[in-house]
Protein backbone atom coordinates (compact mmCIF):
# COMPACT_ATOMS: atom_id res chain seq x y z
CA UNK A 1 0.00 0.00 0.00
CA UNK A 2 1.39 3.22 -1.29
CA UNK A 3 1.61 6.57 1.32
CA UNK A 4 -1.16 8.25 -0.25
CA UNK A 5 -3.58 4.45 0.34
CA UNK A 6 -2.10 4.23 3.88
CA UNK A 7 -3.23 7.93 4.67
CA UNK A 8 -6.40 7.96 3.10
CA UNK A 9 -7.14 4.64 5.04
CA UNK A 10 -5.59 6.78 8.73
CA UNK A 11 -8.07 9.29 7.41
CA UNK A 12 -11.24 7.27 7.48
CA UNK A 13 -10.52 5.12 10.40
CA UNK A 14 -9.70 8.81 12.89
CA UNK A 15 -11.65 11.80 13.09
CA UNK A 16 -8.92 13.05 10.78
CA UNK A 17 -5.02 12.33 9.63
CA UNK A 18 -2.06 13.77 11.49
CA UNK A 19 2.05 13.87 11.03
CA UNK A 20 2.15 11.67 14.58
CA UNK A 21 -0.54 9.51 13.70
CA UNK A 22 0.97 8.73 10.24
CA UNK A 23 4.53 7.88 11.95
CA UNK A 24 2.69 5.36 13.90
CA UNK A 25 1.12 3.82 10.79
CA UNK A 26 4.36 3.83 8.95
CA UNK A 27 6.20 2.46 12.03
CA UNK A 28 3.68 -0.98 12.34
CA UNK A 29 1.86 -0.76 9.22
CA UNK A 30 -1.67 -0.39 8.20
CA UNK A 31 -3.05 -3.45 8.86
CA UNK A 32 -1.88 -3.52 12.53
CA UNK A 33 -2.97 -0.46 13.22
CA UNK A 34 -6.35 -0.89 12.44
CA UNK A 35 -6.27 -4.02 14.58
CA UNK A 36 -5.18 -1.90 17.40
CA UNK A 37 -7.88 0.52 16.66
CA UNK A 38 -10.88 -1.86 16.83
CA UNK A 39 -9.20 -3.18 20.26
CA UNK A 40 -8.26 -0.26 21.80
CA UNK A 41 -6.20 -0.15 25.39
CA UNK A 42 -6.19 2.90 27.73
CA UNK A 43 -7.02 6.12 26.07
CA UNK A 44 -3.43 7.36 26.56
CA UNK A 45 -4.28 10.99 26.73
CA UNK A 46 -1.99 13.74 26.25
CA UNK A 47 -1.65 14.31 30.56
CA UNK A 48 -2.55 18.17 30.13
CA UNK A 49 -5.64 16.91 28.00
CA UNK A 50 -5.86 14.86 30.67
CA UNK A 51 -5.76 17.50 33.27
CA UNK A 52 -8.40 19.38 31.64
CA UNK A 53 -10.63 16.91 31.83
CA UNK A 54 -10.26 15.80 34.65
CA UNK A 55 -11.01 19.23 36.13
CA UNK A 56 -14.58 19.37 35.06
CA UNK A 57 -17.53 18.77 37.31
CA UNK A 58 -18.77 16.18 35.39
CA UNK A 59 -15.59 14.41 36.00
CA UNK A 60 -15.59 14.58 39.42
CA UNK A 61 -18.69 14.55 40.38
CA UNK A 62 -21.62 11.72 39.85
CA UNK A 63 -24.42 12.42 38.09
CA UNK A 64 -26.92 11.16 40.37
CA UNK A 65 -25.12 13.94 43.28
CA UNK A 66 -25.30 16.59 40.34
CA UNK A 67 -29.05 16.12 38.97
CA UNK A 68 -30.19 16.21 42.47
CA UNK A 69 -28.92 19.18 43.74
CA UNK A 70 -29.94 20.81 40.63
CA UNK A 71 -33.66 19.08 40.80
CA UNK A 72 -33.97 21.03 44.52
CA UNK A 73 -32.71 24.27 43.50
CA UNK A 74 -35.29 23.90 40.52
CA UNK A 75 -38.13 23.28 43.03
CA UNK A 76 -37.13 25.87 45.39
CA UNK A 77 -37.85 28.14 42.38
CA UNK A 78 -41.02 29.19 42.82
CA UNK A 79 -40.59 29.43 46.73
CA UNK A 80 -39.07 32.99 45.98
CA UNK A 81 -41.14 35.67 46.71
CA UNK A 82 -39.21 38.44 44.65
CA UNK A 83 -39.60 38.37 40.89
CA UNK A 84 -35.97 39.75 40.37
CA UNK A 85 -34.73 37.33 42.69
CA UNK A 86 -36.31 34.82 41.16
CA UNK A 87 -35.77 35.26 37.99
CA UNK A 88 -32.02 35.89 38.85
CA UNK A 89 -32.39 32.10 40.14
CA UNK A 90 -33.78 30.91 37.21
CA UNK A 91 -31.37 32.27 34.99
CA UNK A 92 -28.71 30.45 37.33
CA UNK A 93 -30.47 27.11 37.09
CA UNK A 94 -30.77 27.48 33.42
CA UNK A 95 -26.85 28.81 33.55
CA UNK A 96 -25.39 25.92 35.32
CA UNK A 97 -27.30 22.83 33.42
CA UNK A 98 -25.63 25.08 30.13
CA UNK A 99 -22.16 24.76 31.70
CA UNK A 100 -22.28 21.07 32.60
CA UNK A 101 -23.45 20.42 29.09
CA UNK A 102 -20.51 22.95 27.57
CA UNK A 103 -18.30 20.30 29.54
CA UNK A 104 -19.58 17.13 28.09
CA UNK A 105 -18.94 19.13 24.65
CA UNK A 106 -15.19 20.06 25.49
CA UNK A 107 -14.93 16.52 27.21
CA UNK A 108 -15.96 14.68 23.99
CA UNK A 109 -13.80 16.88 21.60
CA UNK A 110 -10.92 16.71 23.45
CA UNK A 111 -11.11 12.76 23.07
CA UNK A 112 -11.75 13.14 19.44
CA UNK A 113 -8.58 15.30 19.24
CA UNK A 114 -5.93 13.33 21.08
CA UNK A 115 -7.38 9.84 22.15
CA UNK A 116 -5.03 7.36 20.09
CA UNK A 117 -8.34 5.09 20.60
CA UNK A 118 -9.65 7.41 17.27
CA UNK A 119 -12.08 4.64 15.83
CA UNK A 120 -13.67 4.36 19.32
CA UNK A 121 -14.19 8.07 19.64
CA UNK A 122 -15.52 8.51 16.17
CA UNK A 123 -18.17 4.93 17.39
CA UNK A 124 -18.26 6.86 20.66
CA UNK A 125 -20.00 10.03 18.02
CA UNK A 126 -21.89 7.31 15.91
CA UNK A 127 -23.79 5.63 18.60
CA UNK A 128 -24.70 8.76 20.49
CA UNK A 129 -26.38 10.11 17.30
CA UNK A 130 -28.08 6.41 16.92
CA UNK A 131 -29.16 6.62 20.25
CA UNK A 132 -29.80 10.40 20.38
CA UNK A 133 -30.93 12.35 22.86
CA UNK A 134 -31.69 16.35 22.56
CA UNK A 135 -30.05 18.16 25.76
CA UNK A 136 -32.93 20.82 25.19
CA UNK A 137 -35.42 18.84 26.98
CA UNK A 138 -35.82 19.02 30.73
CA UNK A 139 -33.14 18.71 32.60
CA UNK A 140 -30.94 16.39 30.07
CA UNK A 141 -27.65 18.91 29.68
CA UNK A 142 -26.88 17.68 33.25
CA UNK A 143 -27.17 13.98 31.93
CA UNK A 144 -25.65 14.05 28.26
CA UNK A 145 -21.86 13.76 29.51
CA UNK A 146 -23.01 10.78 31.78
CA UNK A 147 -25.09 9.19 29.49
CA UNK A 148 -22.09 9.37 26.20
CA UNK A 149 -19.14 8.70 29.00
CA UNK A 150 -21.13 5.21 31.11
CA UNK A 151 -23.71 4.01 28.40
CA UNK A 152 -22.26 4.73 25.24
CA UNK A 153 -18.79 5.26 25.28
CA UNK A 154 -17.27 1.76 26.93
CA UNK A 155 -19.69 -0.47 24.46
CA UNK A 156 -18.50 1.93 21.40
CA UNK A 157 -16.89 -1.32 19.93
CA UNK A 158 -18.46 -4.06 22.37
CA UNK A 159 -21.35 -5.77 22.09
CA UNK A 160 -24.32 -3.95 20.70
CA UNK A 161 -26.50 -6.13 23.35
CA UNK A 162 -24.84 -4.20 26.17
CA UNK A 163 -25.05 -1.13 24.32
CA UNK A 164 -28.53 -0.86 23.69
CA UNK A 165 -29.20 -2.43 27.56
CA UNK A 166 -26.89 0.88 28.99
CA UNK A 167 -29.08 2.94 26.75
CA UNK A 168 -32.38 1.05 27.75
CA UNK A 169 -31.29 1.77 31.45
CA UNK A 170 -29.98 5.50 31.14
CA UNK A 171 -32.06 7.98 32.87
CA UNK A 172 -31.35 10.75 29.89
CA UNK A 173 -32.98 7.74 27.65
CA UNK A 174 -36.23 7.09 29.96
CA UNK A 175 -36.50 11.23 29.91
CA UNK A 176 -35.97 11.82 26.04
CA UNK A 177 -38.52 9.34 25.13
CA UNK A 178 -40.72 9.79 27.96
CA UNK A 179 -40.79 6.26 29.32
CA UNK A 180 -40.59 7.75 32.75
CA UNK A 181 -44.24 8.29 32.54
CA UNK A 182 -45.26 5.04 31.08
CA UNK A 183 -47.60 3.02 33.29
CA UNK A 184 -50.01 0.31 33.68
CA UNK A 185 -53.22 1.51 32.34
CA UNK A 186 -51.31 4.65 31.21
CA UNK A 187 -49.00 2.95 28.54
CA UNK A 188 -46.85 5.89 26.57
CA UNK A 189 -45.64 4.19 23.58
CA UNK A 190 -43.03 6.78 22.55
CA UNK A 191 -40.03 5.08 23.68
CA UNK A 192 -41.27 1.26 22.27
CA UNK A 193 -41.66 2.96 18.89
CA UNK A 194 -38.35 4.56 18.95
CA UNK A 195 -36.74 1.47 20.22
CA UNK A 196 -37.62 -0.78 17.19
CA UNK A 197 -38.42 2.11 14.43
CA UNK A 198 -34.60 3.64 15.40
CA UNK A 199 -32.89 1.60 17.89
CA UNK A 200 -32.74 -1.67 16.71
CA UNK A 201 -34.76 -3.49 13.68
CA UNK A 202 -35.46 -0.33 11.18
CA UNK A 203 -38.61 0.86 9.95
CA UNK A 204 -38.72 -2.24 7.90
CA UNK A 205 -37.86 -4.65 10.30
CA UNK A 206 -41.14 -6.30 10.01
CA UNK A 207 -42.77 -5.32 13.15
CA UNK A 208 -46.25 -4.35 13.79
CA UNK A 209 -48.06 -1.74 15.84
CA UNK A 210 -49.24 -4.32 18.31
CA UNK A 211 -45.46 -5.20 19.05
CA UNK A 212 -44.93 -1.51 19.82
CA UNK A 213 -47.62 -1.87 22.13
CA UNK A 214 -46.83 -5.00 23.78
CA UNK A 215 -43.05 -3.49 23.74
CA UNK A 216 -44.70 -0.51 25.91
CA UNK A 217 -45.97 -2.86 27.87
CA UNK A 218 -42.91 -4.52 28.94
CA UNK A 219 -40.98 -1.11 29.45
CA UNK A 220 -43.83 0.31 31.85
CA UNK A 221 -42.27 0.44 35.48
CA UNK A 222 -39.30 2.08 34.06
CA UNK A 223 -38.32 5.23 34.67
CA UNK A 224 -36.31 8.12 36.68
CA UNK A 225 -36.15 9.20 40.51
CA UNK A 226 -35.05 12.64 40.98
CA UNK A 227 -35.86 12.44 44.34
CA UNK A 228 -34.52 11.32 47.28
CA UNK A 229 -36.77 8.99 48.70
CA UNK A 230 -38.69 6.16 47.43
CA UNK A 231 -41.92 4.92 46.68
CA UNK A 232 -44.21 3.31 48.42
CA UNK A 233 -44.17 0.10 46.59
CA UNK A 234 -47.22 -3.02 48.00
CA UNK A 235 -45.57 -5.46 49.98
CA UNK A 236 -45.51 -8.52 47.88
CA UNK A 237 -43.56 -6.68 45.29
CA UNK A 238 -41.61 -4.88 47.20
CA UNK A 239 -38.36 -7.64 46.46
CA UNK A 240 -38.78 -6.21 42.63
CA UNK A 241 -38.09 -2.28 43.30
CA UNK A 242 -34.86 -1.14 42.08
CA UNK A 243 -32.58 2.13 41.96
CA UNK A 244 -29.43 2.52 40.42
CA UNK A 245 -28.47 5.69 40.85
CA UNK A 246 -31.20 7.85 38.83
CA UNK A 247 -32.40 4.49 37.71
CA UNK A 248 -35.40 3.20 38.95
CA UNK A 249 -37.92 0.47 38.28
CA UNK A 250 -41.30 0.76 40.09
CA UNK A 251 -42.89 -2.38 40.06
CA UNK A 252 -45.89 -0.46 40.83
CA UNK A 253 -45.80 1.09 37.99
CA UNK A 254 -45.33 -2.27 35.95
CA UNK A 255 -47.52 -4.26 33.71
CA UNK A 256 -47.08 -7.85 34.83
CA UNK A 257 -49.70 -9.24 32.28
CA UNK A 258 -47.86 -11.52 29.83
CA UNK A 259 -47.19 -10.37 26.49
CA UNK A 260 -46.61 -11.50 22.54
CA UNK A 261 -43.64 -9.89 21.38
CA UNK A 262 -42.74 -10.46 17.97
CA UNK A 263 -44.71 -13.59 17.87
CA UNK A 264 -43.43 -15.52 21.27
CA UNK A 265 -45.09 -15.06 24.59
CA UNK A 266 -43.33 -12.79 26.86
CA UNK A 267 -44.28 -13.95 30.59
CA UNK A 268 -44.93 -11.06 32.70
CA UNK A 269 -42.57 -11.29 35.83
CA UNK A 270 -41.24 -7.44 36.39
CA UNK A 271 -37.82 -5.81 35.02
CA UNK A 272 -36.15 -9.63 33.67
CA UNK A 273 -39.22 -8.71 30.58
CA UNK A 274 -37.24 -6.17 29.36
CA UNK A 275 -33.60 -8.17 29.22
CA UNK A 276 -35.84 -10.66 27.12
CA UNK A 277 -36.37 -7.85 25.17
CA UNK A 278 -33.62 -6.60 24.69
CA UNK A 279 -32.07 -10.02 23.37
CA UNK A 280 -35.03 -10.65 21.25
CA UNK A 281 -34.73 -7.21 20.00
CA UNK A 282 -30.68 -6.95 19.73
CA UNK A 283 -30.12 -10.40 18.37
CA UNK A 284 -33.14 -10.35 15.57
CA UNK A 285 -31.81 -10.64 11.99
CA UNK A 286 -33.54 -7.14 10.79
CA UNK A 287 -31.28 -5.02 13.72
CA UNK A 288 -28.40 -6.82 12.42
CA UNK A 289 -29.02 -5.28 8.81
CA UNK A 290 -30.16 -2.06 9.62
CA UNK A 291 -27.37 -1.74 12.18
CA UNK A 292 -24.79 -2.74 9.44
CA UNK A 293 -26.08 -0.59 6.51
CA UNK A 294 -25.75 2.12 8.89
CA UNK A 295 -22.28 1.46 9.80
CA UNK A 296 -21.72 1.05 6.15
CA UNK A 297 -23.09 4.22 5.17
CA UNK A 298 -20.98 5.86 8.29
CA UNK A 299 -17.99 4.33 6.21
CA UNK A 300 -18.13 3.94 3.11
CA UNK A 301 -21.20 6.36 1.72
CA UNK A 302 -24.75 6.50 1.68
CA UNK A 303 -25.59 3.59 -0.83
CA UNK A 304 -23.17 1.14 0.32
CA UNK A 305 -23.08 -2.46 -1.84
CA UNK A 306 -25.56 -4.67 -0.57
CA UNK A 307 -23.03 -7.70 -0.63
CA UNK A 308 -20.99 -5.69 1.86
CA UNK A 309 -23.96 -5.17 4.14
CA UNK A 310 -24.95 -8.44 3.60
CA UNK A 311 -21.45 -9.69 4.91
CA UNK A 312 -21.02 -7.61 7.55
CA UNK A 313 -24.68 -8.72 8.54
CA UNK A 314 -23.52 -12.29 8.64
CA UNK A 315 -20.64 -11.14 10.89
CA UNK A 316 -23.01 -9.67 13.51
CA UNK A 317 -25.42 -12.37 13.80
CA UNK A 318 -22.78 -15.05 13.94
CA UNK A 319 -20.34 -13.02 16.68
CA UNK A 320 -24.16 -11.72 18.76
CA UNK A 321 -23.57 -8.56 17.46
CA UNK A 322 -19.92 -7.89 17.76
CA UNK A 323 -19.38 -4.23 16.77
CA UNK A 324 -16.07 -4.72 16.51
CA UNK A 325 -15.92 -7.69 14.41
CA UNK A 326 -18.40 -6.10 12.01
CA UNK A 327 -15.95 -3.34 11.37
CA UNK A 328 -13.36 -5.69 10.64
CA UNK A 329 -15.07 -7.23 8.25
CA UNK A 330 -16.02 -3.54 6.50
CA UNK A 331 -12.45 -2.60 6.86
CA UNK A 332 -11.35 -5.91 4.79
CA UNK A 333 -13.43 -5.93 2.53
CA UNK A 334 -12.54 -4.03 -1.10
CA UNK A 335 -15.50 -1.69 -1.42
CA UNK A 336 -13.94 0.25 1.76
CA UNK A 337 -10.81 0.56 0.05
CA UNK A 338 -12.35 1.79 -3.38
CA UNK A 339 -14.28 4.44 -1.12
CA UNK A 340 -11.61 5.47 0.46
CA UNK A 341 -11.31 9.72 0.21
CA UNK A 342 -15.00 9.72 -1.25
CA UNK A 343 -17.19 9.86 1.82
CA UNK A 344 -18.16 13.56 2.51
CA UNK A 345 -16.91 14.87 5.75
CA UNK A 346 -20.23 16.12 8.08
CA UNK A 347 -19.57 19.36 10.19
CA UNK A 348 -17.99 17.04 13.10
CA UNK A 349 -15.41 15.47 10.84
CA UNK A 350 -14.75 18.68 9.38
CA UNK A 351 -13.99 21.02 12.43
CA UNK A 352 -12.10 18.09 14.00
CA UNK A 353 -9.88 16.81 11.41
CA UNK A 354 -8.78 20.76 10.62
CA UNK A 355 -7.71 21.05 13.95
CA UNK A 356 -6.10 17.78 14.25
CA UNK A 357 -4.04 18.35 10.94
CA UNK A 358 -3.27 22.04 12.15
CA UNK A 359 -2.19 21.16 16.06
CA UNK A 360 -2.03 17.72 15.70
CA UNK A 361 -0.30 16.74 19.44
CA UNK A 362 -0.43 20.13 20.78
CA UNK A 363 -3.56 20.35 23.21
CA UNK A 364 -5.94 23.08 22.51
CA UNK A 365 -6.94 25.19 25.54
CA UNK A 366 -10.07 25.91 24.66
CA UNK A 367 -12.70 23.76 22.87
CA UNK A 368 -15.57 26.74 22.35
CA UNK A 369 -14.61 27.91 19.41
CA UNK A 370 -14.72 24.35 17.60
CA UNK A 371 -18.42 24.30 19.82
CA UNK A 372 -19.67 27.29 18.25
CA UNK A 373 -18.46 26.45 14.61
CA UNK A 374 -20.74 23.07 14.97
CA UNK A 375 -23.43 25.03 15.71
CA UNK A 376 -22.90 27.40 12.91
CA UNK A 377 -23.23 24.18 10.55
CA UNK A 378 -25.93 22.78 12.32
CA UNK A 379 -25.05 19.78 13.91
CA UNK A 380 -23.73 20.60 17.55
CA UNK A 381 -23.34 18.02 19.84
CA UNK A 382 -26.30 16.43 21.85
CA UNK A 383 -28.49 19.31 19.50
CA UNK A 384 -30.66 17.09 17.31
CA UNK A 385 -33.60 18.21 18.46
CA UNK A 386 -35.23 14.73 17.23
CA UNK A 387 -34.64 10.76 17.90
CA UNK A 388 -33.43 9.81 14.47
CA UNK A 389 -30.02 11.82 15.21
CA UNK A 390 -28.38 13.67 12.52
CA UNK A 391 -28.66 12.78 9.38
CA UNK A 392 -25.11 10.62 7.73
CA UNK A 393 -25.75 11.92 3.69
CA UNK A 394 -23.89 14.01 2.03
CA UNK A 395 -26.57 15.58 0.61
CA UNK A 396 -27.41 16.58 4.01
CA UNK A 397 -24.15 19.16 4.74
CA UNK A 398 -22.74 20.12 0.68
CA UNK A 399 -24.79 23.29 0.05
CA UNK A 400 -22.89 26.02 -1.12
CA UNK A 401 -23.90 27.85 2.35
CA UNK A 402 -22.28 25.33 4.05
CA UNK A 403 -18.99 25.56 2.15
CA UNK A 404 -19.14 29.26 2.60
CA UNK A 405 -19.37 28.52 6.36
CA UNK A 406 -16.62 26.11 6.09
CA UNK A 407 -14.58 28.61 4.09
CA UNK A 408 -14.78 31.27 7.17
CA UNK A 409 -13.89 28.07 9.85
CA UNK A 410 -10.56 27.21 7.41
CA UNK A 411 -9.71 30.99 7.36
CA UNK A 412 -10.04 31.41 11.40
CA UNK A 413 -7.85 28.26 11.64
CA UNK A 414 -5.62 28.76 9.11
CA UNK A 415 -4.63 32.14 9.89
CA UNK A 416 -4.21 31.59 13.59
CA UNK A 417 -5.34 29.84 16.58
CA UNK A 418 -9.03 30.86 16.26
CA UNK A 419 -8.98 31.26 20.18
CA UNK A 420 -8.21 27.52 20.47
CA UNK A 421 -5.04 28.55 22.86
CA UNK A 422 -7.35 31.21 24.80
CA UNK A 423 -8.53 29.52 28.42
CA UNK A 424 -11.49 31.36 29.85
CA UNK A 425 -10.01 33.89 32.29
CA UNK A 426 -6.79 33.30 30.45
CA UNK A 427 -4.25 35.49 28.58
CA UNK A 428 -4.45 34.00 24.74
CA UNK A 429 -1.38 31.89 24.14
CA UNK A 430 -1.47 32.10 19.83
CA UNK A 431 -0.23 29.21 18.35
CA UNK A 432 0.45 29.08 14.76
CA UNK A 433 -1.26 25.89 13.21
CA UNK A 434 1.60 24.21 11.30
CA UNK A 435 -0.18 22.23 8.09
CA UNK A 436 2.63 22.08 5.75
CA UNK A 437 4.27 18.89 8.36
CA UNK A 438 5.49 15.41 7.30
CA UNK A 439 1.81 14.48 7.22
CA UNK A 440 1.00 16.54 3.89
CA UNK A 441 4.26 15.89 2.28
CA UNK A 442 4.20 12.03 2.46
CA UNK A 443 0.46 11.41 1.75
CA UNK A 444 -2.30 14.56 2.34
CA UNK A 445 0.02 16.19 -0.85
CA UNK A 446 -0.70 12.76 -3.26
CA UNK A 447 -4.05 13.30 -3.43
CA UNK A 448 -4.59 16.79 -4.36
CA UNK A 449 -6.02 17.68 -8.01
CA UNK A 450 -4.04 20.28 -10.17
CA UNK A 451 -6.56 23.37 -8.95
CA UNK A 452 -5.74 23.00 -5.81
CA UNK A 453 -1.90 21.98 -5.87
CA UNK A 454 -1.98 25.61 -8.07
CA UNK A 455 -3.76 27.52 -5.55
CA UNK A 456 -1.58 26.72 -3.04
CA UNK A 457 1.46 26.94 -4.90
CA UNK A 458 0.05 30.85 -5.80
CA UNK A 459 -0.41 31.65 -2.06
CA UNK A 460 0.60 34.61 -0.76
CA UNK A 461 1.37 33.96 3.44
CA UNK A 462 1.55 30.90 5.47
CA UNK A 463 -2.05 31.78 6.21
CA UNK A 464 -3.40 32.29 2.86
CA UNK A 465 -1.65 28.90 2.17
CA UNK A 466 -3.08 27.15 5.41
CA UNK A 467 -6.86 28.51 4.62
CA UNK A 468 -6.67 27.09 0.42
CA UNK A 469 -5.73 24.08 1.62
CA UNK A 470 -8.53 23.77 4.54
CA UNK A 471 -11.25 24.84 2.05
CA UNK A 472 -9.82 22.98 -0.71
CA UNK A 473 -12.16 20.14 -2.35
CA UNK A 474 -10.21 17.36 -1.36
CA UNK A 475 -10.46 18.19 2.24
CA UNK A 476 -14.24 17.93 2.70
CA UNK A 477 -13.45 14.10 1.96
CA UNK A 478 -12.49 11.09 4.35
Request: proline share 5%; glycine share 8%.
Amino acid sequence: MGNADAGAVLNRVTWGGTSSAYRQVKAIGIDQYIEQQLHPGDDRLPPSVQAQIGSLTISQRPVDQLVLELEERRKQLDSIANDDDRSSARQAYQEELNRLAKEAATRSLLRDLYSRNQLREQMTWFWMNHFSIHQGKHNLRAMVGDYEEHAIRPHALGKFRELLQATVRHPAMLRYLDNEHNAANHINENYARELMELHTLGVDGGYTQKDVQELARILTGVGVNLGSGTPKVRRELQGQYVRRGLFEFNPNRHDYGDKVLLGQVVHGRGLAEIDEAIDRLSRHPATARFISRKIASFFVGDQPPAALVQRMSDTFLRTDGDIAATLAALFAAPEFRQSLGREFKDPVHYVVSAVRLAYDEKPILNAAPMIGWLHRMGEPLYGRQTPDGYPLAAAAWDSSGQMATRFEIGKAIGSGSAGLFKAEGAQDRPAFPQLANPYFYEALQKTLGAPTLQALAQATSPQEWNTFLLSAPEFMYR
